[in-house]
C-alpha cells in the first residue's frame, strides 16, 4: 500500500464505502440489462460529481480539488471492484491532457464543466482496434479535423473529445456538426463507439510539447490499471470466499492443497501488481522522468495478472461460474477489454525494453 | 528406414475401401455444403437444416458412417479403425462433415450402451442415435454433485415394474432440446458408490421440468432439470441395480476421450485460419516480413507447437490403443491438454484481434470474429465439464502415478 496522506485515505474508504453500498456488482447488472444509450450508470455518474470526484486532477482555480494520480487510482480501484460503470476514468485521462497541454483560455472552458460532471470527455485516439500512437491519420486543415477512430471509450454520450491527429492533441465538442457516432457493442456491456470527425471545429491544445499524446495515453493506462487492480482483488477474494463454502467430497474446496498453492500464487502476483501499479501513479504524481517505464511496468504486470484471476475466478467456481447469473463472467469480459486498452502486456514490455535499451 | 514395418503403407484392400469411400462421397456430399456445419449445434440446440443439410444428414445416418466403427446390425457403419481413418481422410478432403458427430448419442451414450445394454435396449436406441433423430442429454451433476458426482441425491423409488424418481439435476446440456436423458440416480442411501443406478429417461415423462439457464457466451446450452415423481419403467435401467457408478464412469471415460480431440467435436474447434496470417493481417509484419510484434509471434509459435505435440500425441495414443479395448489413462493427459490448448488459442484470437476480437453484436465486426468471442468464452467450460482439469490431474496422480489421498 503506498503511503496516503490523511486526506487521500479519507478519500479511498469513502469510495470503498460508496462503492459497496451504493454500486455493488447488481448494479452493473441492472446497467446492462437495461442498455440505456450512454451505456453507464446516470446516476453513478452524478453521485461521484457531486462528491467531487470528477475534478480530482482538476485544479482547484477551475473548480477542481488537484488531488492527483494516486487519489484518482485509489477512487478508480474502488469503483473495479464492484465493476462500477460510469465515465470517470475516461474523463479523468482528459481531464489529465487539457491540464497538462490546454491554454488557459482552454482550462476555463472546459475543465469546471468537466469538475461539475456536466461534461463527459474522453479520449479518441486509435484508428484500428489495437493501440497505436505511432499510426495516426486523423488531420486538421483550418481547423477543421476529418479521421475515424475506433472503439472510443465512453463515445457514445462525450462531450468533449480529445483527439489525436497526425500533429498533435485537439479539443472537439461532442454536439458539433462534424462529429458522428456508431455504437460498437463489446464483451463488457460498456460504452465504446466509433466516432467519425468529418470538417469538425478542432482547436489545439498548444502547450503540451511534442511528446503530449504519450504523456496523454501513459495517464490513461495509469487510470485502467487502476480499475484492474480493484477488479483483481475483488475477483481473488471472491473466489476465496466461495473455495472457503463450497463442499465437494466432504470437505471444503479451500482444503485441497492444489487449489491452495494456486490461490497463494495468486494472491502473491497481486502484492506485485498493487506494487507496479502505485508505483506508476507515483511517478506520475511526482512528474518524474521515468513515468514511461513505470506505467509500462503497471500495465504490463495488471494485463497479466488479472488475466490470470479473472480466468481462475470462472475455472474454481466451476459452472456456477459459467452461468451469466454469476458475476465471475463480468470480471472475465471486462477483465479482456482493459487488457487491451492503451496497449496490452506485450506492447508494454515491448516499449518497456526499448526505453531501457534491451 | 527401409527395414521399418511400414504401418502407413496402404494395404490393397483400404485402397479399394478409399475409392468406394469417395465414389459414395462424391454421390452424396453436396460440395455446396463445405464449412457450412454449425460447430456449436449440439450445444446450442437444432437449428433449422436446409434441404440440402436435412439430405445429408439422411444419407449419411442411412449408410452407418455417422459412426463408421459401430456395428452393422444396429446401423453403424461396421468399418475397421484403420477404414474409419480412411473416410475421415476423404471426408477432409472434400470438407465433408458429420452432422451427428457431436451429438452425446454418438459421443458418450452409444458406445456405453453397446458395451452394457441388453440386445433389446441395444437395439431399441442405437440406430436413432446413428441416424440422428434423437437427442440424448446426460442428467449427472447437481447442485451439491459436480466434481463429487457419487454425492448424487437424485432418488429413484422400486414401485415393481417401474421406478419413480424425485430430485433435481443441473448444468443439463440440452436439455431443453432432448428427447431422451440418460441419468445416474441413487437406489440405495445407505452406500456411496453402490447406491447408483443407471436410468434412462424419456424427457416427455409427466413430472419432468426444465429451466435454461444463461451461460456467459451468451447462449443458454444448458438446464436446471427437475424430476418429480417420474416413473421410469425398469426396462430402461441399463445394467444392474447398484452398477450404475461402473457405467456412468464407463461414459465419462468416453466423454473425455472425445473432448480431448478423439472425436469429432474438438478437432472443428480446432479448425479455422492459422494464427500467423490473423496475426500479420492486424499487427502487421516487420522488414523481413515476420508479425511485427516479437512476444505475439513467440507467443503464436508456442501455441502452434504445442498444437503439433497434441496431434502427434493423440496419434501414439490411438496406435498404441489395442483394438476395442476403448479409452484408456491416457484420456485424462488428452482432455487436460486438449482444453489448454483449446482455451489459448481463443485468448490469442482476442490478443491479436484487439478490441474488434471482444466484439458481442451488432455493427462494426465481421462474422469469424463476433463467433470466436463466444467461442472464447463458451470455451471455458472445456476445463470444467466431463471432470474438470483439477479432477483430471487428480485421476492422473492417484490411478496412474499411485499417489495417495490426502489422509
Ligand atoms: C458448459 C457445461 C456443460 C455441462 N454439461 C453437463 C451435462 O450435460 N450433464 C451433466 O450432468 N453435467 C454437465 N455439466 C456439469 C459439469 O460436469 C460440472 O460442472 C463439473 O463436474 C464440475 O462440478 P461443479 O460445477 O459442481 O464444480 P465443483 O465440483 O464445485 O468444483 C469447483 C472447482 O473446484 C475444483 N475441485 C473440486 N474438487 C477438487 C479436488 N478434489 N481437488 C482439486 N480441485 C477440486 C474443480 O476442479 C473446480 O475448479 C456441465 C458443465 C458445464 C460448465
Request: net charge negative; aromatic share 6%.
Given at each position: 500500500m503506498a503511503i496516503l496522506t490523511e486526506e487521500q485515505t479519507m478519500l479511498r474508504d469513502m469510495a470503498r464505502e460508496w462503492a459497496d453500498?451504493?454500486?455493488?456488482v447488481t448494479a452493473f447488472r441492472k446497467m446492462r440489462d437495461a442498455a440505456p444509450a450512454e451505456m453507464f450508470d446516470a446516476e453513478a455518474w452524478k453521485a461521484q460529481a457531486e462528491m467531487g470526484w470528477a475534478g480530482i486532477l482538476v485544479p482547484e482555480a477551475q473548480g477542481g480539488v488537484e488531488m492527483g494520480f494516486v487519489s484518482l487510482g485509489a477512487v478508480l480501484e474502488q469503483l473495479g471492484r464492484t465493476l462500477t460503470a460510469t465515465p470517470l476514468a475516461a474523463t479523468s485521462a482528459a481531464t489529465a491532457a487539457i491540464v497538462l497541454g490546454g491554454s488557459e483560455a482552454q482550462k476555463a472552458a472546459w475543465l469546471p464543466r468537466i469538475a461539475s460532471g456536466e461534461v463527459v470527455a474522453t479520449l479518441a485516439v486509435d484508428e484500428g482496434p489495437r493501440f497505436a500512437p505511432d499510426r495516426i491519420s486523423a488531420s486538421v486543415s483550418g481547423g477543421k479535423l476529418s479521421g475515424t477512430k475506433e472503439f472510443v471509450t465512453e463515445g457514445d454520450s462525450a462531450g468533449l473529445f480529445v483527439v489525436a491527429a497526425a500533429d498533435g492533441l485537439y479539443l472537439v465538442a461532442g454536439d458539433d456538426a462534424g462529429v458522428s457516432r456508431s455504437a460498437r457493442y463489446l464483451a463488457d456491456s460498456r460504452s465504446h463507439a466509433q466516432v467519425v470527425f468529418d470538417g469538425a471545429a478542432a482547436e489545439k491544445l498548444a502547450d503540451g510539447g511534442a511528446d503530449l499524446l504519450i504523456k496523454v495515453t501513459d495517464r490513461a493506462a495509469a487510470a485502467t490499471c487502476a480499475e484492474m487492480l480493484g477488479m483483481a482483488e475483488a475477483a481473488f477474494a471472491q473466489t476465496n470466499d466461495y473455495l472457503k463454502t463450497r463442499v465437494q467430497f466432504g470437505q471444503v474446496l479451500a482444503s485441497f492443497q492444489a487449489l491452495q498453492h494456486r490461490m497463494a500464487k495468486m494472491f502473491t502476483e497481486l502484492e506485485l501488481m498493487r506494487s507496479a501499479v502505485e508505483g506508476a501513479f507515483e511517478a506520475i504524481d511526482a512528474n518524474r522522468p521515468d513515468v514511461p517505464q513505470s506505467v509500462s511496468l503497471a500495465k504490463a504486470i495488471a494485463g497479466d495478472t488479472l488475466n490470470l484471476v479473472s480466468r481462475e475466478m470462472v475455472q474454481l467456481h466451476g459452472g456456477i461460474g459459467m452461468t451469466d447469473e454469476h458475476d465471475a463472467g463480468f470480471y472475465l469480459k471486462r477483465a479482456r477489454v482493459l487488457e487491451t486498452m492503451w496497449g496490452n502486456a506485450s506492447w508494454h514490455r515491448e516499449r518497456f525494453a526499448r526505453l531501457g535499451g534491451y | 528406414m527401409a527395414t521399418a514395418p511400414e504401418i502407413d503403407a496402404p494395404a490393397d484392400p483400404l485402397e479399394a475401401f478409399r475409392s468406394e469411400a469417395r465414389e459414395w462421397l462424391a454421390a452424396n456430399?453436396?460440395?455446396?455444403?463445405?464449412?457450412?456445419?454449425?460447430?456449436?449445434s449440439a450445444v446450442e440446440g437444432p437449428n433449422d437444416d436446409t434441404p440440402e443439410q436435412a439430405a445429408w444428414k439422411n444419407a449419411i445416418g442411412a449408410k452407418g458412417w455417422s459412426v463408421p466403427t459401430w456395428p452393422k446390425e444396429y446401423g453403424g457403419g461396421g468399418l475397421s479403425r484403420a477404414e474409419a481413418r480412411v473416410l475421415q481422410e476423404e471426408m477432409a478432403k472434400v470438407g465433408a462433415w458429420n452432422p451427428m458427430g457431436g451429438s452425446m448419442g454418438v459421443m458418450m451414450f452409444g458406445p456405453t450402451l453397446l458395451e452394457y445394454g441388453t440386445e433389446e435396449q441395444k437395439q431399441e436406441h442405437i440406430p436413432p442415435i446413428v441416424r440422428g433423430e434423437l437427442r440424448w442429454c446426460q442428467g449427472y451433476s447437481e447442485p451439491g454433485a459436480g466434481s463429487d458426482l457419487a454425492s448424487l441425491q437424485c432418488f429413484a423409488e422400486d414401485h415393481g415394474d417401474h421406478y419413480v424418481v424425485n430430485g433435481q439435476k443441473t448444468w443439463t446440456s440440452g436439455g431443453q432440446w432432448a428427447d431422451k436423458c440418460f441419468m445416474l440416480v441413487r437406489t440405495d442411501k445407505s452406500k456411496k458408490h453402490e447406491g447408483i443406478t443407471f436410468l434412462l429417461c424419456d424427457m416427455?415423462?409427466?413430472g419432468v421440468e426444465v429451466k435454461p439457464i444463461q451461460l456467459i457466451s451468451g447462449s443458454s446450452p444448458f438446464c436446471e432439470t427437475f424430476f418429480t415423481d417420474v416413473k421410469v419403467p425398469k426396462g430402461n435401467r441399463v445394467g444392474a441395480e447398484g452398477q450404475g457408478w461402473t457405467i456412468g464412469k464407463r461414459l465419462l471415460q468416453h466423454e473425455r476421450n472425445s473432448l480431448g480431440g478423439g472425436g469429432s467435436s474438438a478437432s472443428r474447434l480446432f479448425a479455422g485460419a492459422p494464427l500467423s496470417a490473423l496475426a500479420k493481417k492486424y499487427v502487421g509484419v516487420d522488414a523481413e516480413g515476420r508479425i511485427a510484434d516479437g512476444e505475439l509471434r513467440s507467443k503464436i509459435i508456442k501455441h502452434e507447437m504445442d498444437m503439433r505435440a497434441f496431434a502427434l500425441t493423440l496419434r501414439r495414443v490411438q496406435l498404441d490403443a489395442k483394438s476395442n479395448s476403448g479409452p484408456s489413462a491416457a484420456t485424462s493427459i488428452m482432455k487436460n491438454v486438449g482444453a489448454r490448448i483449446m482455451q489459448e488459442r481463443s485468448e490469442l484470437l482476442i490478443e491479436i484481434r484487439g478490441m474488434a476480437g471482444l466484439g458481442w453484436e451488432g455493427e462494426g465486426f465481421d462474422e469469424d470474429a463476433l463467433k470466436d468471442t463466444r467461442h472464447w468464452l463458451f470455451g471455458k467450460a472445456v476445463s470444467i465439464y466431463g471432470g474438470s482439469s483439477e479432477i483430471q490431474n487428480n485421476v492422473i496422480a492417484k490411478r496412474i502415478l499411485g499417489m495417495l489421498d490426502h489422509q
Open positions: 453500498n451504493e454500486s455493488p | 456430399f453436396d460440395p455446396d455444403l463445405r464449412g457450412k456445419d454449425n460447430s456449436m416427455t415423462s409427466p
